[in-house]
Nanobody, 119 residues
Framework: QVQLVESGGGLVQAGGSLRLSCAAS????????MGWYRQAPGKQRELVAT???????NYADSVKGRFTISSENAKNKVHLQMNSLKPEDTAVYYC?????????????WGQGTQVTVSS
Protein backbone atom coordinates (compact mmCIF):
# COMPACT_ATOMS: atom_id res chain seq x y z
CA GLN A 1 0.00 0.00 0.00
CA VAL A 2 1.24 3.46 -0.91
CA GLN A 3 0.44 6.55 1.13
CA LEU A 4 0.69 10.18 0.06
CA VAL A 5 1.11 13.16 2.37
CA GLU A 6 0.59 16.66 0.99
CA SER A 7 1.66 19.99 2.44
CA GLY A 8 1.92 23.63 1.52
CA GLY A 9 -1.61 24.83 0.88
CA GLY A 10 -3.02 28.01 2.37
CA LEU A 11 -4.41 31.47 1.79
CA VAL A 12 -2.60 33.94 -0.46
CA GLN A 13 -3.43 37.17 -2.21
CA ALA A 14 -3.73 37.35 -5.96
CA GLY A 15 -0.30 37.62 -7.54
CA GLY A 16 1.31 35.68 -4.72
CA SER A 17 3.03 32.31 -4.65
CA LEU A 18 2.64 28.97 -2.93
CA ARG A 19 4.59 25.73 -3.08
CA LEU A 20 2.85 22.39 -2.67
CA SER A 21 4.72 19.22 -1.79
CA CYS A 22 3.74 15.57 -1.74
CA ALA A 23 5.68 12.65 -0.33
CA ALA A 24 4.96 9.03 -1.18
CA SER A 25 5.76 6.20 1.20
CA UNK A 26 4.93 2.57 1.73
CA UNK A 27 5.51 -0.52 -0.37
CA UNK A 28 7.00 1.43 -3.26
CA UNK A 29 8.98 -0.32 -5.96
CA UNK A 30 8.99 2.28 -8.73
CA UNK A 31 7.10 5.40 -9.75
CA UNK A 32 5.93 5.97 -13.33
CA UNK A 33 4.39 9.41 -12.95
CA MET A 34 3.40 11.98 -10.37
CA GLY A 35 1.00 14.85 -10.69
CA TRP A 36 -1.30 17.45 -9.27
CA TYR A 37 -5.01 17.82 -9.85
CA ARG A 38 -7.49 20.30 -8.44
CA GLN A 39 -11.18 20.54 -7.77
CA ALA A 40 -13.03 23.79 -7.25
CA PRO A 41 -16.49 23.88 -5.63
CA GLY A 42 -19.14 22.68 -8.03
CA LYS A 43 -16.61 21.63 -10.64
CA GLN A 44 -15.02 18.38 -11.73
CA ARG A 45 -11.49 17.47 -10.75
CA GLU A 46 -9.05 18.63 -13.40
CA LEU A 47 -5.42 18.05 -14.27
CA VAL A 48 -2.98 20.76 -13.24
CA ALA A 49 0.40 19.25 -14.05
CA THR A 50 2.13 15.88 -14.34
CA UNK A 51 5.71 14.69 -14.50
CA UNK A 52 7.00 11.28 -15.53
CA UNK A 53 9.91 9.40 -14.03
CA UNK A 54 11.90 10.49 -17.06
CA UNK A 55 11.18 14.15 -16.39
CA UNK A 56 8.59 14.85 -19.08
CA UNK A 57 6.04 17.40 -17.94
CA ASN A 58 2.51 18.30 -18.95
CA TYR A 59 0.52 21.35 -17.85
CA ALA A 60 -3.04 22.55 -18.12
CA ASP A 61 -3.24 25.54 -20.44
CA SER A 62 -4.59 27.66 -17.59
CA VAL A 63 -1.40 27.30 -15.53
CA LYS A 64 1.30 27.26 -18.20
CA GLY A 65 3.97 29.83 -17.50
CA ARG A 66 2.83 30.26 -13.89
CA PHE A 67 3.15 26.82 -12.30
CA THR A 68 6.16 24.50 -12.30
CA ILE A 69 6.10 20.84 -11.36
CA SER A 70 9.26 19.11 -10.18
CA SER A 71 10.18 15.83 -8.55
CA GLU A 72 12.80 14.34 -6.28
CA ASN A 73 12.80 10.77 -7.53
CA ALA A 74 15.20 9.49 -4.88
CA LYS A 75 12.90 10.82 -2.15
CA ASN A 76 9.61 9.94 -3.89
CA LYS A 77 8.50 13.56 -3.70
CA VAL A 78 6.75 15.89 -6.10
CA HIS A 79 6.40 19.66 -5.81
CA LEU A 80 4.23 22.28 -7.45
CA GLN A 81 5.53 25.84 -7.45
CA MET A 82 2.62 28.18 -8.08
CA ASN A 83 3.38 31.79 -9.00
CA SER A 84 1.18 34.68 -10.11
CA LEU A 85 -1.79 33.04 -8.46
CA LYS A 86 -5.27 34.08 -9.49
CA PRO A 87 -8.60 33.79 -7.64
CA GLU A 88 -9.65 31.16 -10.20
CA ASP A 89 -6.82 28.95 -8.93
CA THR A 90 -8.76 28.51 -5.69
CA ALA A 91 -9.44 24.80 -5.22
CA VAL A 92 -8.52 21.70 -3.30
CA TYR A 93 -5.29 20.37 -4.81
CA TYR A 94 -4.70 16.62 -4.91
CA CYS A 95 -1.44 14.78 -5.40
CA UNK A 96 -1.50 11.65 -7.58
CA UNK A 97 1.20 9.01 -7.92
CA UNK A 98 1.18 6.02 -10.26
CA UNK A 99 3.64 3.19 -10.30
CA UNK A 100 4.47 -0.23 -8.99
CA UNK A 101 4.38 -1.33 -5.37
CA UNK A 102 6.03 -4.50 -4.20
CA UNK A 103 2.68 -6.20 -4.85
CA UNK A 104 1.01 -4.58 -7.85
CA UNK A 105 0.37 -1.53 -9.99
CA UNK A 106 -0.99 1.35 -7.94
CA UNK A 107 -2.70 4.70 -8.53
CA UNK A 108 -2.81 6.63 -5.27
CA TRP A 109 -4.31 9.97 -4.27
CA GLY A 110 -3.50 12.31 -1.44
CA GLN A 111 -6.07 13.70 0.95
CA GLY A 112 -6.07 17.12 -0.69
CA THR A 113 -4.81 20.52 0.41
CA GLN A 114 -6.81 23.74 0.17
CA VAL A 115 -5.46 26.64 -1.85
CA THR A 116 -7.39 29.90 -1.55
CA VAL A 117 -6.45 32.98 -3.58
CA SER A 118 -8.09 36.22 -2.52
CA SER A 119 -8.64 39.13 -4.91
Amino acid sequence: QVQLVESGGGLVQAGGSLRLSCAASGRLFSINAMGWYRQAPGKQRELVATITSGGSTNYADSVKGRFTISSENAKNKVHLQMNSLKPEDTAVYYCNVQGWSTLNLFDSWGQGTQVTVSS
